[in-house]
């Protein structure tokens, strides 16, 4: 039998026990009974959906079928001599064939025991995981809002998905940068600087009357008119707008940008970069989106052809004519795009592709993008372009948020005074607190819409997630207070608690939260791999359901209770586990941008 090395679960039990199991399968391949070049990432080890059936599960017989059936014949065999070698291990007690070829395994106790320390040991840093400085570096795009007013709640969402998803990264080991596009370029900018102009009109004593069609109609512009008029005074009044139209701009997208940072600021957000869309083409650098179009032309991927008409289009919203073409069907999207307008400027799509390529030339090969639901149609041609400015070495991962519903007790909540048409984050997070806020934007998949309820979000009851997760936190540091006061000169450093004998937590319960301690690595893990941080706000909520559970079994069992007088050992026990239970979740709570209280009032 192959030598296994064995770790002492300083990370990921899932991860060390598919080592262990890889190794046994090498021993079939050099018999000569399954192939050489089998693929022995393809398994999966994982928790067992019903945790009466042990403590992992593993799929490598069903997934090895193929190839195993000529030595084998089915895969509930390779399964059975997969298991007889496993309870060879010191650390395995038991390993069972169900179905059709699936192995459920069932650890010793001591291997919890090692679970326990290794989360007390490493405290805040268990879970984390190491950088293998092969990965890279990950740029994360959010928000990206129009700097044309206040963020409103939908903005949020994409807003703390994205920080989480930093956040998660980062503690994954990962080198991360958040990055912000700032969109200056475009028609909407100029749009802004006439309704500032209004507003700097009114603060001068005109009656401007009602704020015309088209124009931003919301309060937040005021104090942009009035530092225009504190500046200026009157002089702008005496210009043409070709002559005040740029110096207004630049005041109001300064404006707007103050406030969208000090929005983003108060739910906890901070930038690494803010790239402005207006220098791809009057920076430092020169005109960056010619030099990407003239790269990929050089590459063939550019070209001068004829679109067909959009389908679903009547004829009259299509121009047929000779267009600057880029074979983004090459790449897997529907057809080719445009990259020049025909007035001669630029497309969106094309400063677009000029954006991503300095992401790719700063060194970044993987790019996530968070969109809002409305720009999915514009996920191919995006990564299309990617793919053809690195030549595959990068990649482009879009999340699109989807709305977020705003509801007051079930009623829809009408809309912002001083937004003008809609409802902002600042007044959402003013109301409820920043850590109902993040943590119901991201207690559903990005993908799916939001109900956001103000009244219900800080509702003191199991129903109301975030509180629920909390007040886990808070009960188990509670226990540890009723230890210290209950047992004097009980030691409950962590050093002592790391040292306990958690043999002696023998109750299912009990094993059932020591098995979803050890479960965290994997979630962190797997969540981080999908870019995809709903999954530790879902495991969370289930560990604090657990401890919640536990703890009610004690109300009526107290034999069970955390704290036991006439116990010290026992007692010191329960701590750990209750201590490396809050220790997890203050862990999680933090990736995802949300305070862990000590206490809940």
């Not at 399968?25 to 999966?44: C, E, K, S, V």
């Not at 930093?166 to 080991?173: H, I, P, V």
């Not at 047929?320 to 057809?335: A, T, Y």
Request: one cysteine or more.
């Amino acid at each position: 039998m192959y030598p296994v090395t064995k770790v002492r679960y300083s990370m990921n039990i899932y991860n060390e026990f598919h080592s262990r199991i890889a190794v046994l399968l090498r021993q079939f391949i050099d018999a000569g009974r399954l192939p050489q070049n089998l693929d022995l990432t393809r398994f999966i080890v994982e928790p067992p959906r019903d945790a009466t059936h042990g403590d992992l599960a593993v799929n490598a017989a069903m997934v090895y079928a193929k190839e195993a059936k000529a030595s084998f014949g089915n895969p509930r065999q390779l399964a059975t001599e997969l298991a007889a070698l496993l309870v060879e291990d010191d650390d395995v007690a038991q390993a069972e064939v169900a179905g059709p070829g699936f192995l459920n395994i069932r650890l010793e106790p001591r291997v919890f025991s090692d679970v326990l320390t290794t989360a007390l040991r490493e405290g805040a840093r268990y879970g984390v995981g190491l950088s293998d400085g092969k990965s890279g570096k990950i740029n994360v795009e959010y928000v990206s809002a129009n700097p044309t007013g206040p963020m409103h709640v939908g903005h949020g969402r994409g807003a703390v998905f994205g920080d989480a998803l930093a956040n998660l990264l980062s503690f994954a080991g990962q080198t991360v940068s958040r990055e912000y596009y700032i969109n200056d370029a475009g028609a909407q900018v100029d749009v802004l600087a006439r309704s500032a102009f209004l507003r700097y009109r009114e603060v001068l004593g005109e009656d401007i009357g009602a704020i015309p069609e088209g124009l931003y109609p919301g309060d937040y512009l005021k104090p942009v008119g009035g530092a225009l008029a504190a500046e200026f005074g009157d002089l702008l009044l005496r210009k043409p707008e070709g002559e005040w139209l740029d110096v207004v701009r630049r005041a109001a997208i300064a404006g707007m940008m103050e406030m969208i940072r000090a929005d983003l600021a108060a739910i906890g957000i901070v930038h690494d970069v803010f790239f402005s869309e207006r220098t791809l083409i009057s920076g430092e650098g020169g005109d960056q989106v010619a030099a990407a179009i003239a790269e990929l032309r050089a590459k063939g991927l550019v070209y001068e052809g004829r679109l067909p008409a959009p389908k679903g289009q009547t004829i009259e919203d299509w121009e047929d004519r000779e267009q600057i073409l880029f074979r983004s069907s090459q790449f897997g999207d529907d057809v080719d795009r445009a990259l020049m307008k025909s007035d001669g400027s630029y497309t969106y799509f094309a400063s677009d592709i000029a954006y991503h390529k300095s992401k790719i030339d700063r060194g970044f090969n993987v790019l996530i993008d968070i969109w809002g639901a409305d720009h999915g149609g514009y996920v191919k041609r995006m990564q299309a372009a990617v793919a053809a400015l690195s030549g595959g070495s990068a990649i482009l991962d879009v999340k699109l948020c989807q709305l977020v519903k705003l509801m007051r007790d079930g009623e829809p909540v009408k809309m912002s005074k001083r937004a003008g048409d809609f409802v902002t984050l600042r007044d959402v997070v003013d109301e409820v607190g920043v850590d109902a806020v993040r943590f119901m934007m991201l207690f559903r998949k990005n993908d799916a819409p939001l109900d956001f309820d103000l009244v219900r979000v800080i509702e003191q009851s199991k129903d109301n997630p975030v509180f629920y997760v909390q007040y886990a936190h808070a009960r188990g540091k509670s226990a540890v207070r009723q230890a210290l006061a209950t047992i004097p000169g009980i030691d409950l450093s962590i050093s002592a608690l790391a040292d306990a004998e958690f043999s002696l937590l023998t109750d299912e319960g009990e094993r059932g939260l020591i098995r979803l301690i050890g479960q965290f690595p994997r979630v962190i893990e797997a969540a981080a791999a999908a870019h995809e941080p709903h999954r530790i706000a879902f495991y969370l909520h289930e560990l604090a359901s657990s401890l919640h559970s536990h703890w009610t079994r004690g109300k009526d069992q107290p034999q069970l209770r955390f704290v036991n007088e006439d116990n010290r050992d026992l007692t010191v026990a329960r701590i750990g586990l209750v201590t490396a239970i809050t220790s997890v979740l203050a862990a999680g709570l933090t990736i995802l941008g949300v305070n862990a209280p000590d206490e809940m009032r």
